[in-house]
């Protein structure tokens, strides 16, 4: 029998979805993409924060063929491995921000969070801390759809409607922005119960927000205090999102664990995976009788997913797109200070190549994006109606202009509907 809207969207209202015209994306090429029906918009989300190199690239889809021509995939699993997946595991380590890096793969962003919370919760009951339970994540946090990432999701429409309490029953949510009320929480659940911090080191689904001062110096005071791992979930801003390859470099947050994927293949292939710091790995690697952390995934090391990492990376080093970042960021600064004295705004936030337009009550961020795309800019409205920008790093300081000079004029019409 044939079958029409067999298809269940993500995050998404069926009844509407299907009672819509549904945007079909048909081509991409450099900072843009092309609808079925023609229109070519600026790619002003980089996808869902993925396209930092941009689409389209032929010297991407080579590497994949070659790969596939030569060796498709083969496991990694105990004493077999392929050359793509060690040569890739050696560089991320040489990129990440401590030394001795050991690097675990996984297929996306939700396996390497549960994977790093299953890994924390291990190591805990390996040092002899049977009651280091408890993972602390953020009030807005996000962390995937995993059993693990719903259990410790800050956002309440990921987390509800699975039973009471969470899936997985030991979390604590914290404040994001209040470092104090994050603390007495801390204190008042007992921190020796607490196995690992989670977070995003500029929290983006749940609306772009950067660092609040002193707050990740305080979580490690705390978590020496008291033992437990900070994991940086870096899903979003790894491989150059911020200008350098880690967030956790730029705010020298030093975590035990750093959890990746999108920006790693720039979402040409699916990838993820944690950078693991000694502090953790040591116990794993010591000795004849070290134990077995039970990580593993089918496609864990995939060797032309782990082809096509290489070569992005190479692009990035190649293209110097860190440093373009770096140049890029005051341009998207000084625009987004220009939006925030607009009626139609509520904040402006930015870090990096990563802006978030927090709107005012009463204004629909679905109607922005509405008048923007039919004026050839995508956008994506987050959750707590914050438009979210995130460019492919190849954007140039003009089209920043022409994103954000957008939103302004977009806003102008629909301010006061
Ligand atoms: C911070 C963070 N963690 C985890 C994830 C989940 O990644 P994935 O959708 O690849 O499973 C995301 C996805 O947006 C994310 O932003």
Known sequence: MPQTNALWSAQAHMPTVLSNPQTVIVKGDGAYITTADGDRLLDAAGGLWYANIGHGRDEIAQAAA??????ETWHIFGRYVNEPALELANKIATLAPFDDAKVIFTSGGSDSVDLALKLARRHQQLQGQPEKLTVVSRQDGYHGLHAYGTSVAGLSFNSDGFGPGTLIPETLLVDQWD?????RTIRE???EKIAAFIAEPVMGVGGL???PAGYFERIKELAKEFGFLVIADEVVTAFGRLGTWTASERFNLEPDMITFAKGITSGYLPLGGVIVAPSVSSQFYAGNDAPIFHQGLTYSGHATVAAVALKNLEIIERENLLGRVRELEPVLVEELE????HP???DVRHIGLMGGVDLADGVSGLDVVAVLEGRGV???NLPNNILQISPPFIVTAEEIRTIVRGIRDALDTVHGR
């Not at 470092?179 to 603390?183: S, V």
């Not at 220009?338 to 004295?341: G, S, Y």
């Open 378 to 380: 995508h956008l994506r």
């Open 338 to 341: 220009q939006l925030r004295h």
């Open 66 to 71: 070659e790969q596939i021509r030569t060796l």
């Open 344 to 346: 139609g705004v509520k």
């Open 209 to 211: 927000v950067p660092p």
């Open 189 to 191: 659940h007992g921190g």
């Open 179 to 183: 470092i104090d009320a994050a603390e």
